[in-house]
């Protein structure tokens, strides 16, 4: 039988009750609940004149039974029933008592009433006495944080982690609860209405890292997590199907797409899709042959990387192994899922799968928030700056902390991680690992917190220093909110131990639960900020930090109900590694596995062979001797692998001798710029290192984003890491950019399968709203954007808007030599799309698309860029007048608030035209741009916008207009400004809700843009 993911064999447990003095006969039988959680039975018949005392037998029993396999209820019986045949007769057992899991024994406080079912759904149990200790029941670190969770909620308390281990019964913690003050728990804030597709929402932090890992290496599908299931019986492929597409529906997470604007991402929720399951028939093949196939099979598809800008993020696959045999193997991103989520989706999988095959209703409860809202709380949290006091603990703890553990490598580190890895597996039978797991107890300490201090303990002895770092998991999932939810959410801890041979096993047990407790306080910070604070020196050599992990699993096994089927977890052999090495542990019913997991182009198998006997004999030595210090024990076992000298060598590929080539000064000074501007900071030494002033993983993305945009040479994210100095970037840039210089046309998106469309940059000179309307045309649209020629600095400008538009033409023959084009601008990016649109048709080319945004047919001041002719001027409040609803009601307030103003502007340009009489001006805006600063760039192309003259265009544009909120809804019809005076095939005409210099700092009005536009662009 199983229960609470372990295999159960009652004999093993009839058999230990029947040595203790008083049991002659012992029957163990497996309960469940009408709440479905399951509980150990115990039916014993007495010895002549002896009583059965269960708190005696308990006792007993953990001597030599893990806490698993000691029964939650003892039930005395004078003889066991047995048929006519000898069996026993189950049937004639006596019913069995607690029914429920919340009628509890013992309890006496309100408080004790309130807190026992949280402690049942948590340890899965059936009852609970209020002396019951929550570790001896099976409690772990995990069950803990859910606990606090739940306690929190419900009470309106904040419980720390180091609160469970001091106040471990359901008496002592009620008590304490009792003594805390009440507050008020803040819920995460749920999405109200529906979901905006077209919307962009921020990452997580826990994604945020692993989006940027993405990003700076080749991770080679490192990052998937793959599920492999052995099923028996009769699988019903569509209904697992329809299920999975609930599921899909149900969780947006599952149907969630990444990108990234200038740098910084987000994620998108993509409507519903009907998943896919291809299914592989290997049934008929010879085992052997079977077994290699299948291996190939999962290795395969397991690691194959999913394209996390189109998606899907998950995908199932299903090979048939037999008449009634199948492995299931599903893949997800870690963007998405995590090791819990495995939990969450394997309860409703099965509850759907099982209604779909019976043909019976099946209903969820609602879901109370989506992953998208625990990211934006998240962000908005340390926005906040509520984790002042958790990051000051993490810069006391990891100061001064070596970059890299020295791990006794057998091969020079590579200068970039490759992530290519294998597994060591180990097994230590019940025969071994019984004796050492029960025979050392320490008090308010867990099965994990004892192997993870062996395992610092045998770090300490395979690299000989006392200063051990390793990385720990951490659910992540502190909200009751949270439990129910498919997501990303564990977060990475960091142990900084002292592991002095000195001291006893048992001593550095009760150190080492004090660090994790304190880290488990403080794990509301995640580790991307940590290392942002910490500012460890960076390599792409190796993760920051932590180089070596360390996880407890749990079996999930019997979370999986899918109808009638039988169902196993199957173990996966990786073949990529996230760290150095990182060891994996879970208990079995027959005994501990282990999992080493290591880098190949680091370890070989032989070294990590030896390295996981050392680590196994030193296990039982510790477990056995508690009391003895460590210093001989580490001494009496077989030598440590010597440290290579190759250890703290990097092999670096071989680069350009950048020693005496002189800096260009454009260079520095487009770098200099950039790297002010993200590290803000008024002004950059050569010298100074990126990371050093506050750079991390996400800045070095932003930065090299920003350099593309400025340069159009794509700079690989690792170059950042391996130059993190200005001096250095720069002089990589001028080698391996050898052509670099100033690119007017700029590829903000790159298919392709499409035409482009070509936008035009305004007044500024550059392209920045390109890139904020980027996210919102379709996926495959291929979009560029042309800047000024002079933005550069060096560069001198252009003179007239008829050259600007004949060069910037020549710049898009050469990206599409064959028509239709499509273009557009803002502002002034407009005026010259004109310009580029009429020289394109007297070329004989055909224009597709001719998009104005907010642009119209008036020639500004040279001087003073506010300032418009007077008949211009009159043109455009004509138009204005014409696009006005008549109704009294609506216009009188117009009229009140624009009479006085031109009165005022006309009477001052009359007053102007008289000779003595000029005084300085006050100017009045039609549409003014945000103010420019006073560069040659922008004086010019104010001279060439003041002499421009309008001339006919043979083809039809599209006009989309800005008005402000306030007056929107007073505006009836739609009038061109006086462009149908210069396209020829008409004026089409949009209202966006907004004002000129704010436009594209609004995502709803530029997902209006992206609308607007999309029809028009050639499929």
């Given at each position: ?310 998606g899907p993020l998950v995908r199932v696959n299903v090979a048939k192994v037999g008449e009634m045999s199948w492995l299931l193997l599903l893949t997800v991103h870690h963007l998405i899922f995590d090791g819990l989520s495995t939990r969450v989706l394997a309860r409703e999988l099965s ?669």
């Open positions: 039988m199983k229960l609470r993911g372990f295999r159960i064999e009652p004999a093993e447990i009839e058999q230990a009750l029947c040595q203790h003095s008083t049991i002659a006969q012992a029957l163990v039988v497996a309960d469940e609940l009408s709440s479905g959680i399951k509980r150990l039975v115990a039916y014993l018949v007495a010895k002549s004149g002896d009583v059965i005392k269960p708190d005696d037998l308990r006792a007993f029993l953990k001597t030599s039974l893990p806490d698993y396999l000691i029964p939650n209820v003892f039930i005395p019986l004078v003889a066991i029933p047995l048929t006519a045949n000898g069996k026993v007769d189950k049937a004639n057992l006596p019913s069995i008592p607690f029914d429920t899991p919340h009628h509890q024994v013992d309890l006496q406080t309100p408080t004790e009433r309130a807190m026992a079912p949280l402690w049942t759904s948590v340890l899965r149990i059936g009852k609970l006495n209020r002396s019951d200790h929550f570790f001896d029941m099976g409690g772990s670190s995990l069950m803990a944080i859910q606990l606090i969770s739940l306690i929190s909620q419900q009470f309106g308390v904040r419980l720390r982690m180091t609160d469970v281990f001091n106040y471990p019964t359901l008496h002592k913690l009620g008590g304490y609860i009792d003594a805390l003050p009440r507050e008020l728990v803040q819920s995460i804030p749920g999405s109200s209405g529906k979901i905006d597709l077209t919307a962009h929402f921020p990452l997580s932090f826990a994604q945020n890292r692993l989006w940027i890992l993405e990003q700076l290496y080749s991770v080679q599908g490192a990052y998937n997590v793959p599920i492999v299931l052995r099923i028996s019986g009769s699988l019903n492929l569509p209904s697992l199907q329809q299920s999975l597409n609930q599921l899909i529906d149900r969780h947006q997470i599952l149907r969630t797409t990444f990108g990234h604007t200038n740098g910084v991402a987000f994620q998108k929720i993509e409507p519903a899709f009907l998943i896919d399951i291809p299914v592989s028939d290997f049934a008929n093949l010879m085992d052997f042959v079977q077994q290699e196939t299948v291996d190939g099979w999962l290795r395969e598809l397991a690691y194959q990387p999913f394209d996390l800008i189109k509850l759907l799968y099982t209604a779909q095959v019976q043909g019976l209703p099946v209903s969820l409860s609602p879901l109370p928030i989506q992953y998208v809202d625990y990211a934006r709380w998240q962000t908005e949290q340390y926005g906040l700056g509520t984790l002042t006091r958790q990051l000051e603990y993490w810069r006391n703890q990891l100061a001064g902390v070596a970059p890299i553990l020295t791990l006794p490598i057998d091969k020079s580190r590579p200068a970039s991680e490759s992530f290519r890895g294998a597994d060591y597996c180990f097994f230590l039978p019940n025969s071994r690992w019984h004796p050492l797991r029960h025979g050392f107890q320490e008090p308010d300490t867990t099965l994990f917190l004892r192997v993870l201090t062996a395992y610092m303990v045998w770090l300490r002895q395979i690299t000989g220093l006392q200063d051990i770092v390793i990385g720990i998991p951490v659910a992540g999932r502190s909200n009751p909110e949270l439990d129910g939810l498919i997501g990303f959410f564990v977060n990475t801890l960091v142990l900084r131990a002292d592991v002095s041979a000195d001291l006893t096993f048992r001593q550095l047990v009760r150190k080492v639960r004090q660090l994790a407790l304190d880290a488990y306080e403080h794990q509301a910070v995640p580790f991307e900020q940590i290392v942002a604070e910490v500012s460890p020196s960076r390599s792409q050599a190796y993760s920051p930090l932590v180089q070596v992990f360390f996880d407890f699993q749990e079996d999930t096994t019997n979370c999986w109900a899918l109808n009638d089927l039988q169902i196993e977890s199957v173990p996966f052999q990786q073949h990529r590694a996230k760290f150095d090495l990182s060891l994996s542990c879970q208990e079995a019913n027959d005994g501990l596995m282990g999992t080493f997991t290591y880098r190949t182009d680091l370890f070989t198998e032989q070294a990590i062979t030896k390295l996981a006997d050392q680590f196994i004999q030193l296990l039982e030595q510790l477990l056995t001797q508690p009391d003895q210090a460590v210093e001989p024990l580490i001494g009496g076992l077989s030598a440590p692998l010597s440290i290579s000298p190759d250890q703290s060598r990097i092999t670096r590929p071989e680069e350009p001798d950048l020693a005496g080539q002189l800096l260009h000064p454009s260079v520095v000074k487009l770098l200099e710029k950039i790297w002010c501007e993200l590290l803000e900071r008024p002004t950059m030494g050569l010298d100074d290192d990126f990371f050093a002033l506050g750079g991390h993983s996400l800045l070095a993305l932003q930065l090299t984003v920003a350099i593309q945009r400025q340069t159009t040479h794509s700079l690989p994210i690792s170059s950042v890491f391996a130059h993190p100095t200005l001096r250095q970037l720069a002089l990589y840039l001028q080698t391996s950019q050898s052509d670099l210089a100033w690119q007017c046309l700029v590829g903000v998106k790159s298919p392709e399968a499409k035409n482009p469309l070509f936008l035009v940059h305004p007044i500024s000179g550059d392209i920045h709203y390109v890139y904020q309307l980027a996210p919102y045309l379709s996926e495959g649209q291929p979009l560029y954007g042309l800047r000024a020629v002079g933005l550069d600095g060096t560069t001198q400008p252009l003179k007239s808007i008829e050259a600007m538009a004949a060069h910037y033409i020549q710049l898009i023959l050469q990206k599409q030599p064959k028509g239709p084009y499509s273009l557009g601008g803002f502002s002034l990016g407009g005026i010259i799309a004109f310009e580029m649109a009429r020289q394109l048709t007297q070329m004989g080319r055909e224009v597709q698309l001719l998009a104005l945004i907010d642009a119209y047919p008036i020639n500004p001041d040279a001087d003073n860029h506010t300032k418009y002719p007077l008949h211009q001027l009159l043109g455009y409040y004509y138009q204005y007048w014409r696009s006005l609803s008549k109704h009294p009601v609506v216009l009188l307030p117009i009229l009140r608030q624009k009479i006085p103003w031109i009165s005022h502007y006309l009477f001052r340009r009359l007053w102007q035209t008289v000779p003595g009489l000029r005084r300085s001006e006050v100017s009045y805006s039609v549409e003014q741009d945000a103010s420019e600063p006073d560069s040659l760039l922008v004086r010019s192309l104010r001279e060439a916008y003041s002499r421009y003259e309008f001339k006919p265009y043979k083809g039809k544009l599209v006009f989309l207009r800005a008005i402000k909120a306030n007056t929107f809804a007073l505006v009836s019809k739609k009038v061109d400004f006086g462009w149908g005076r210069h396209a020829r095939q008409g004026v089409e005409v949009y209202h966006l809700v907004g004002e000129h210099n704010t436009l594209f700092s609004d995502p709803e009005t530029i997902a209006e843009i992206g609308r607007i536009l999309q029809p028009y662009l050639i499929p």
